[in-house]
């Protein structure tokens, strides 16, 4: 199972909004933009990953991994706008490793709503 629909970013104007207006926080595997939005109760999650980081099958890996990662956290996340962009070195990490950084990301962005450990 996936993030439900309520959950995706998936309009390019809102993508150049939160690219725009919001704030970003990164380590080497992921950049995240965050914005918030006053009528949200939940996270909205939107994924970006460039066909740089190869074919059709190694993007889909990498956004299912994100994908879980965040369904895993669904409680823990703060109501923001929150984009996911994979950089190069994902490309070559495990499920698990994927979703180490990205919970590392996360803390840096202060984005869980209590501590995780």
């Given at each position: 199972?996936?993030?439900?629909?309520?959950?995706?970013?998936?309009?390019?104007?809102?993508?150049?909004?939160?690219?725009?207006?919001?704030?970003?926080?990164?380590?080497?595997?992921?950049?995240?933009?965050?914005m918030p939005d006053k009528g949200l109760t939940h996270f909205k999650l939107g994924i970006s990953v460039s066909k740089k980081l190869g074919n059709a099958v190694t993007r889909n890996r990498i956004k299912r991994a994100?994908?879980?990662?965040?369904?895993?956290?669904?409680?823990?996340?703060?109501?923001?706008?929150?984009?996911?962009?994979?950089?190069?070195?994902?490309?070559?990490?495990?499920?698990?490793?994927?979703?180490?950084?990205?919970?590392?990301?996360?803390?840096?962005?202060?984005?869980?709503?209590?501590?995780?450990?």
């Amino acid at each position: 199972m996936e993030v439900e629909k309520p959950y995706r970013i998936k309009k390019n104007s809102d993508f150049q909004m939160i690219y725009r207006k919001g704030k970003s926080v990164a380590n080497r595997q992921f950049v995240i933009y965050m914005m918030p939005d006053k009528g949200l109760t939940h996270f909205k999650l939107g994924i970006s990953v460039s066909k740089k980081l190869g074919n059709a099958v190694t993007r889909n890996r990498i956004k299912r991994a994100i994908r879980e990662n965040f369904k895993v956290h669904k409680n823990d996340i703060l109501p923001r706008n929150i984009i996911v962009i994979a950089r190069h070195p994902a490309k070559n990490m495990t499920t698990l490793e994927i979703q180490k950084s990205l919970e590392h990301v996360l803390k840096i962005a202060k984005l869980f709503n209590k501590r995780i450990k």
